[in-house]
């Protein structure tokens, strides 16, 4: 009769190890998620802007509100800001306006809330404040009146909610192509190479070395986005 002693003690401790590995590298992946988002944030904002002003630039008329006066498609110029925050690994972003510093042709003071009140289409009334007349231009044609005038959409139908729809078009649309794919990080996440090529040093680090090598991973992926 032949028999073969096996010691399988050693055999279920690798097991064991690498069984860890696979567990901490995916506890690893989720506890860099945040630090991940946060990198795809900050450059979906700065390709969000960079959309916007060329846009902006194509059309002018349609985008001169969220820029200072005759600046339009100018990054220096631009009156909207975005943030962002992150949650549970998830992004949400935000827009907001500032206020205007420079001076129309037609004006003699900055209209400081251009950009909202354009976008929002909210009624302005002006009045006559160190004079007894106001005077304005309308296509072309020089207007004097003593009483307050009531102008409902300032910058046009148009304008009116343009901001809003180009916000929409490049997340809801754009986002995945022009932050994700374009970096690269869609491809990156989807072939786990950092685990294979970690395995043996797995095989001994267990758990501990799995958390490393996959929070690793996931906030490298993030590197490829800046």
Partial sequence: MIA?????????????????????????????KGKLAQSIGRNAIEIFKDFVDQNARVDNQLYHHI???????????????????TRDGGISFNGTFSQSRSVSKNSTTPFYNKAEIMERGIPVTIRPMNAS?????????????????????????????????????????????????????TKYLSNAKAYKDNLKSGKTGGKARGV??????ITKAGDLSV
């Fill in 212 to 217: 490393e090598v996959g929070y690793n991973w």
């Fill in 67 to 85: 820029y200072e006066w005759y600046q339009v498609g100018n990054p220096e110029a631009r009156l909207f800001d975005i943030n962002y925050t």
């Fill in 4 to 32: 073969v002693k096996f010691d399988d003690r050693i055999f279920y401790k690798d097991l064991s190890n690498i069984l860890g590995y696979s567990e901490g590298f995916l506890l690893g992946a989720e506890l860099g």
């Fill in 133 to 185: 007349v106001l005077a304005f231009n309308i296509d072309g044609e020089q207007v004097f009146t003593p009483n307050q005038v009531t102008v409902e959409n300032p910058g046009g139908s148009h304008v009116m909610g343009s901001f809003e729809r180009i916000f929409d078009l490049f997340f809801k649309q754009h986002f995945r192509q022009s932050v994700l794919d374009m970096t690269g990080i």
